[in-house]
């Protein structure tokens, strides 16, 4: 199959559900839990037993406040996560989180088909590059600043209005610099530079973002503003992980990226079943 927009080629409707495969030894969620081949393997088994659709391995933590690794320190978590992902499932999407180019082109010879870029290509200058000789899909996130210092009093005047001016910039950017309009995707950027107010307002309005035109990607799972709002740790978050998911289904969200796959799809099935009920 041509790894052209793979993510339209998914069964069944939207959301897809993309399962969250963090290799690093310091992610918010599940840091240093996924570090061996086996550990990979079982994880990515249960993920797609639980209904996932794709799968996103990122080797770099982007929680608030850290440091980026270099690209070796990358490539040494990524490749071996897909190569053993592949292996076992010869077909299952995989989306490769970076924002640097070797990597993403490393990974794509590895096995990966899509590219998750948390800097919507800003980052690495070549990553449109490597983007568009392979044609494969791009996922274009909004974030204010850097992980490292992105939830430093981050500050709007109209959260929804620039975050939709944003991404119209970098999509029109992606085109101009050769990537195909099929294979993009956006991603208003819950939890990334922004307060507990500006991601409820984005949640609110997830629908003003299908005005760009492309697949829209939510990836609120486990946020840190679930647990201001509610007072929970980081591994009592998936119940309302599954909620918000439920009420994304209205807004039209066309893939959620969540930690706990199984919760997620019940919730997503409801909302679809009382969304298709005359």
Known sequence: MSPQAIWQHLPGVPPRLMGVLNVTPDSFSDGGRFTSAEAVVQQTQELIAAGADLIDIGGESSRPFSDPVSIDAELGRVLPAIQAVRRQHPTIPISIDTTKAEVARLSIAAGATIINDISALRFDPTMAEVAARHQVPVILMHMLGTPKDMQVEPRYTDVVAEILAFLAERTAWALDHGIQRHNL???????????????????????????????????????????????????????????????AVREGVDIIRVHDVALTRQAVQLAAAVEAAP
């Open 185 to 247: 995707i956006v991603d208003p950027g819950i939890g990334f530079g922004k307060s507990v107010t500006h991601n409820l307002t984005i949640l609110k309005h997830l629908h003003r973002f299908r005005e760009l035109g492309y697949p829209l990607l939510l990836g609120h799972s486990r946020k840190a503003f679930i647990g201001k709002i509610l007072g929970l740790e980081v591994t009592e978050r998936d119940i309302p992980t599954a909620t918000i998911a439920a009420l």
